[in-house]
């Protein structure tokens, strides 16, 4: 039997120690060198791409010398990262943790093996989540050959009932009813691996309302002349319109030699787990941030660890501020929960593939 990847040597190519031992110059050496990877870490301003500026502290503020910019900037001006208060090793230290979670990391434990806050490590795992979800929703390239669809809903678990006798069955069913208000339906559209192909097959999550709103997602998503696989949810018959579409009963069978969804259902079987076994529950209005994760997770599943940290460093590097995240504590209660299925659905039609 071929060895698991993890345990290969190819998968094992960052080293927690060099992390950890960093000094805090050698990370913020690494930082400029990322952010700045085409200059070979000479400062870029952030507004206009210019390389002209003007020195304001020595190494760490620059202005930008461009009569109509003058933006004034450091490494971390405009990404993620910006107004950080944790030192460049210790997000490096995060991110080292974070690669090495094939399930995912629950904020509780970050913050132990790096000694923040809770609401620290909360908040950067969540920015770690949305810098992975670059691929998932700004990869203009087309999903091709065969391409397999589905659902399945997180979040909310079953509120214990007291045990009641009288009223049992109508608290049953109002405890049904919360959980299910509580839940949120991930879509995920999923190539199927194909060894022919000289990449990872790609993996793309979306946070809906129903599974149909998918269809019009797929139309920008999906290659003309590609095979789609769905399971026979009516909702999927208008795919029939746009793709060689196969169907499979999952009342009957899982696979029929013809049709089968058992890649995009693996997805979820991931999913589940770290819901389950790493995060305990998925909180409501970021299952499409775990559902991101999860993606990139599973499209980069085969890369070695260092290669992995240097993508989640990258990502972040090239993810601006974070509108949902940005001051996420100061401005507890205010607009974090906006409608998180209508929002998701307008960015990704508004994908302009
Ligand atoms: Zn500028």
């Not at 400062?43 to 304001?56: A, D, F």
């Not at 678990?157 to 109508?170: L, M, Q, S, T, Y």
């Not at 049904?176 to 000289?198: F, G, H, T």
């Amino acid at each position: 039997m071929a060895q698991h990847f993890l345990l290969s040597s190819k998968a094992k190519t960052l080293s927690l120690r060099s992390v950890f031992s960093m000094s805090e110059e050698r990370a913020y050496a690494k930082f400029k060198r990322i952010r700045w990877i085409s200059t070979k870490g000479r400062p870029v301003c952030p507004k206009c791409g210019s390389e002209k500026h003007w020195v304001l502290i020595a190494d760490r503020k620059w202005k930008c010398s461009v009569a109509k910019c003058r933006t004034q900037f450091s490494v971390t001006s405009g990404t993620i990262f910006a107004s950080r208060k944790l030192k460049f090793r210790k997000i490096l230290e995060a991110i080292a943790i974070f690669t090495n979670g094939v399930l995912g990391v629950a904020a509780l434990r970050l913050q132990r093996e790096i000694k923040v806050e809770y609401k620290t490590a909360w908040v950067l795992a969540h920015k770690l989540r949305e810098a992975m979800g670059i691929d998932n929703h700004d990869d203009f390239d087309e999903l091709d050959g065969v391409v397999e669809v589905d659902g399945a809903v997180f979040g909310g678990k079953p509120k214990r009932i007291a045990n009641d006798p009288v009223n049992w069955e109508g608290l049953r069913a109002a405890s049904k009813a919360e959980q299910l208000a509580k839940k949120r339906l991930i879509v995920v559209v999923r190539e199927r691996e194909d060894e022919a192909r000289d990449r990872p097959a790609r993996v793309r999550t979306f946070h809906l309302s129903k599974e149909g709103d998918a269809v019009p997602i797929m139309r920008k998503l999906v290659k003309q002349g590609s095979i789609v696989h769905a399971d026979e949810a009516s909702q999927y018959d208008s795919l029939h319109g746009y793709f060689d579409t196969k169907r499979i009963n999952h009342s009957k069978s899982y696979s029929d030699g013809i049709a089968c969804t058992n890649q995009a259902e693996s997805f979820f079987s991931r999913m589940r787990r770290a819901e389950r076994g790493v995060y305990n529950s998925i909180g409501r209005g970021y299952t499409s941030y775990y559902a991101s994760e999860m993606a990139w997770r599973e499209e980069n599943k085969r890369r070695p660890n260092g290669d992995l940290f240097g993508m989640i460093l990258s990502n972040a590097l090239a993810s601006p501020i974070s509108r949902r995240l940005k001051g996420y504590w100061q401005r507890q209660g205010s607009d974090n929960c906006a409608d998180p299925d209508k929002a998701e659905l307008i960015r990704a039609l508004n994908l302009g593939r």
